[in-house]
């Protein structure tokens, strides 16, 4: 059963963190492709990649992509196999000889792992923590060495619920992964050298990633790098190094074209203020319920909240799942409750949740 649809009871409202919630259309049109895609009469699933028709494809997510991060001509734009935990080592393994250093911002499990990958391929610095805080807040006060090859950021910490809410400002290369909160606010992607994502958060299905890299940045080191894991090799065949994921570029395709028909980012960007203000200000005026970030780094993508009387939980999470929502449960190392607001959630969604909150209240 797909998300965000009607049963004969209830109507679902998906807040998974991923894979999660994509626009209902593209649910359609992908399916309708898998039977008949451009009216060829082949399913997308058995078409070559090679052909006209997939290339066009490729073609319109890669372009989509551009006008809709408002990329310059420095900025190439990928398609590329696995999931951002590739990109942990991909990176590093194209940006950091053995005797660099690159800097790392430790602000959630993601970032941690990134970090731990890069050892492998060069001397980490770890410029700030908030480890020993269990990742509720971002480090404000931080110094990135002259001589570090590049600065690692986490855009939004998925797990944990907080979010950058000002890029840092950074003389070096800046890489950031930006897997739950790609599209879903204004930023200058410009200003960023390497961006990738995970698609399966807020643009597509899982299996492929989005890149995004200054092409200046590239082949700077000595190490000998896999003909696959080259980043250059991937722009020189247009992201059809070899058979891309086909189906999953298709959906993600599907969803871009539809950020661009809601009007773009800017669009989702204020749709996406309201959702977040709406749960928060529930939270925050709730006797029940309580914030677990510091409140300044909210992340408007994953909503992370807790009750004061955790012996009360397992009660409302039943009562949410009676209303249809699902995919709340917080994530094992927070506990509690996590709403993730992806782009293509409602406000409906978020309504129906707060007034689940409200609802329990008077019940108690
Ligand atoms: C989900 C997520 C990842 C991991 O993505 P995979 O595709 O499972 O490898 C990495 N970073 C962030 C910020 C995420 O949200």
New binding site residues.
């Given amino acids: 059963m797909s998300t965000n649809q009607s049963t004969t009871e209830v109507v679902i409202h998906n807040f998974n963190?991923?894979p999660s919630i994509l626009p209902k259309s593209v649910f359609e049109e992908a399916a309708a492709a898998v039977l008949n895609f451009n009216n060829s009469g082949l399913s997308i699933l058995e078409f070559g990649h090679r052909t006209p028709e997939f290339t066009a494809v490729m073609e319109e997510a890669r372009s989509l992509v551009k006008e809709l991060m408002q990329l310059d001509s420095d900025h190439e734009v990928l398609f590329l196999h696995?999931?951002?935990?590739?990109?942990?080592m991909q990176v590093p393994m194209n940006l950091l000889d053995t005797k660099d250093c690159a800097a790392y911002t430790d602000t959630?499990v993601?970032?941690h792992?990134?970090l731990v990958e890069a050892k492998l391929f060069g001397k980490v610095e770890v410029v700030c923590s908030s480890r020993e805080k269990n990742y509720t807040f971002i480090p404000k006060d931080f110094a990135v060495p002259n001589d570090a090859k590049y600065l690692h950021i986490?855009?939004?910490?998925?797990?944990y619920g907080t979010q950058w809410q000002k890029i840092p400002k950074t003389s070096n290369t800046l890489v950031a992964?930006?897997?739950?909160?790609i599209f879903s606010r204004v930023l200058d992607f410009n200003s960023f050298d390497l961006i990738y994502?995970?698609?399966?958060?807020n643009m597509g299905p899982?299996g492929v990633?989005l890149v995004v890299v200054n092409k200046n940045i590239l082949g700077k080191i000595k190490r000998a790098i896999p003909t696959i894991m080259d980043y250059r090799n991937h722009i020189k065949e247009g992201s059809m190094l070899n058979t891309p994921p086909v189906f999953a570029v298709y959906v993600c395709m599907l969803t871009l074209r539809w950020l661009k028909s809601i009007g773009g980012v800017a669009a989702v960007e204020k749709l996406n203020n309201e959702k977040a203000a709406l749960l928060y200000n529930a939270i925050d005026d709730s006797t029940l319920f309580i914030g677990t970030t510091a409140k300044e780094d909210r992340s408007k993508m994953n909503v992370c909240f807790v009750m004061k009387d955790p012996s009360l939980e397992a009660a409302f999470l039943k009562l949410a799942e009676s209303k249809g929502i699902i995919g709340i449960k917080g994530h094992r190392s927070v506990g509690g409750f996590r709403a993730s607001l992806y782009n293509a959630l409602p406000i409906s969604s978020v309504q129906a949740l707060v007034d689940t909150m409200k609802a329990f209240k008077e019940d108690v």
């Fill in positions: 963190a991923g696995g999931g951002a935990s590739t990109q942990f959630g993601w970032g792992k990134a986490t855009t939004n910490n998925t797990i992964d930006m897997s739950s909160d994502a995970g698609a399966q958060k899982a990633n």
